[in-house]
């Protein structure tokens, strides 16, 4: 697509979607229109710091009821650089300690003349449930240990920049997957563009039914290692957990951390990366995290231009 035609009224008649719910329902076509529309906008706002009004007279609502500082301020972010005008809500604060529900809480939003909201919630299936109840455009924006799927796309999207494709290659999601929303959202995506994944992790975080979704178990990530041109590193979610899933902090880095003696065994040109946050020292080192092999600021780079595709093609479809 070239950049001359990003006018709204240009959203490809192939895409008819006005939600963003998750990446398992999405074809490999659309997906590889997000990551090629990502692409141009990140081209025609010069790396995605520049302003291209496409969106000017459009709200969209950041309604963030969990904490973030990657997501929320890149989709408030990638509204602006369209020309789109954003509200941000915090449950913290809100009417909802006096008894509104959620819906209500969001219609509420949506009735201010709001076209998108991005939505974040710990609950599984509540950016489903609010498209099934607002007539605005609906992102998730990551629910419960459900889907992440712009962050699964942003992850696609720099493995395809740093690698020129996605087919053939092998990825490897590492770390905390049963608590995984991004681990999910990757799967889903890099298994339809042709990858191998495996994921790989403490048998407390890994089960064998992820073997289900056609992906690769592994317990050992040294045995894994020399196999892998990609490795996305997942923090342990310590806070969605009620019991330690293994003995000691120091063990489990022991075994899984990504360190300089492991990149020493690992393929030449392999690609680091972390959706983040990251606990330095736990699932990576400062030396492998600042590394010349990490790609992990290019990730949040990436976020920005995959969340402005995703609203200028959601928009674009509802517009019709
Ligand atoms: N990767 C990610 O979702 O980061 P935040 O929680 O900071 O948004």
């Known amino acids: 697509m070239s950049t001359d035609l990003i006018d709204i009224a240009a959203v490809p008649e192939a895409w008819t979607r006005t939600h963003l719910l998750d990446l398992e329902s999405l074809s490999a076509e659309e997906l590889t229109l997000i990551l090629d529309t990502a692409e141009t906008l990140r081209e025609a706002t010069d790396g995605c710091s520049r302003k291209v ?11 963030f009821f969990e904490n973030s500082t990657r997501t929320r301020t890149s989709f408030g972010l990638a509204a602006r650089r369209l020309g789109a005008d954003t509200v941000d809500f915090s449950s913290s604060g809100s009417s909802l300690s006096k ?25 599984p299936g509540t950016a489903y449930l609010l498209s099934q109840n607002l007539k605005c455009s609906v992102i998730n924006a990551g629910d419960g240990a459900h889907e992440h799927p712009t962050q699964g796309l942003l992850d696609i999207l720099t493995i395809r920049q740093q ?18 929303r991004t681990a999910r959202s990757n799967i889903w995506g890099l298994k339809k563009l042709g990858a191998h994944v495996i994921v790989c992790g403490p048998s407390t975080l890994v089960s064998r039914r992820w073997e289900e979704l056609g992906v690769e178990v592994a317990y050992n990530l040294d045995d894994i290692l020399p196999r892998c041109d990609v490795l996305n590193i997942l923090r342990i979610q310590f806070e969605r957990q009620a019991m330690r899933p293994f003995p000691s902090v120091r063990e489990y880095a ?47 780079t990436n976020g920005l231009a995959v969340r402005m595709a995703v609203l200028w093609l959601l928009l674009g479809a509802a517009n019709r």
């Open 53 to 63: 009004s496409v969106l000017n007279g459009y709200t969209m609502a950041n309604l």
């Open 99 to 123: 008894g509104e529900t959620f819906i209500d809480t969001a219609k509420n939003i949506e009735a201010m003349g709001v076209d998108a909201v991005v939505v974040r919630h710990h609950t």
């Open 163 to 180: 690698r020129n494709r996605i087919e053939g290659l092998t990825v490897a999601l590492v770390g905390d997957i049963s608590h995984s």
């Open 254 to 300: 022991h075994l899984y951390a990504m360190n300089g003696e492991r990149m020493r065994r690992s393929k030449k040109d392999i690609l680091i990366m972390a959706p983040g946050p990251i606990n330095r020292g736990v699932e990576l080192t400062p030396e492998v995290a600042d590394g010349p092999h990490s790609v992990i600021l290019h990730q949040v």
